[in-house]
T-cell receptor
Framework: GENVEQHPSTLSVQEGDSAVIKCTYS??????FPWYKQELGKRPQLIID?????GEKKDQRIAVTLNKTAKHFSLHITETQPEDSAVYFC???????????FGSGTRLQVQP | EAQVTQNPRYLITVTGKKLTVTCSQNMNHEYMSWYRQDPGLGLRQIYY???????DKGDVPEGYKVSRKEKRNFPLILESPSPNQTSLYFCASSHIKDRAGKLFGPGTRLTVT
């Protein structure tokens, strides 16, 4: 089955800096890669996603890149703000198995 | 307002006492799924459903059952709960083309003693 590894597990940045979270996946059949933000005590919230036929996608301060050859995908947050502080999860969807596999999460702390 | 609802939000029960956690969505989504979230393990998919009467196992289906008799509802059933099923449970739904959790419910915190 699919295995998704996420790094780092914790990340602390100064307000205004950029943050990068990286994930690798094992199954080359995976073709959909969503990212979720989860604030303390709340539900995961889909913030951006990318499909395997696209190398990069951007939405305001958030971007995701995908390298299918290397089986890497990354979340980039620019001009970080204190409200970006949360746990971020990457995931990979194996459409053959039709199940979503999550990374273990990255706790991002943005210091004002 | 588009939403996914879960009930109950909190539940403390005893080993072996059957329980059902309900999930309902109002967006006419075909795809619905259940996840459990445990510290250090992230989110793991329990079961999912591609449409009415179509369900399949995720990564951790043991000890759980689901049904999808109506498009809007996807209940999670624990026939004989055990302490290792103590967890935070999320339901999610999306259109079939996404086949992932577009919108999550608020979560159900279950404690089995």
């Amino acid at each position: 089955g699919e295995n998704v590894e996420q790094h780092p597990s914790t990340l602390s940045v100064q307000e205004g800096d950029s943050a990068v979270i990286k994930c690798t996946y094992s199954d080359s059949a995976s073709n959909y890669f969503p990212w979720y933000k989860q604030e303390l005590g709340k539900r995961p919230q889909l913030i951006i996603d990318i499909r395997s036929n696209v190398g990069e996608k951007k939405d305001q301060r958030i971007a995701v890149t995908l390298n299918k050859t290397a089986k890497h995908f990354s979340l980039h947050i620019t001009e970080t703000q204190p409200e970006d502080s949360a746990v971020y999860f990457c995931a990979a969807l194996d459409t053959g198995r039709r199940a979503l596999t999550f990374g273990s999460g990255t706790r991002l702390q943005v210091q004002p | 307002e588009a939403q996914v609802t879960q009930n109950p939000r909190y539940l403390i029960t005893v080993t072996g006492k059957k329980l059902t956690v309900t999930c309902s969505q109002n967006m006419n989504h075909e795809y619905m799924s259940w996840y459990r979230q445990d510290p250090g393990l992230g989110l793991r998919q329990i079961y999912y459903s591609m449409n009415v009467e179509v369900t399949d196992k995720g990564d951790v289906p043991e000890g759980y059952k689901v049904s999808r008799k109506e498009k809007r509802n996807f209940p999670l059933i624990l026939e004989s709960p055990s302490p290792n099923q103590t967890s935070l449970y999320f339901c999610a739904s999306s259109h079939i083309k996404d086949r992932a959790g577009k919108l999550f419910g608020p979560g159900t915190r279950l404690t089995v003693t």
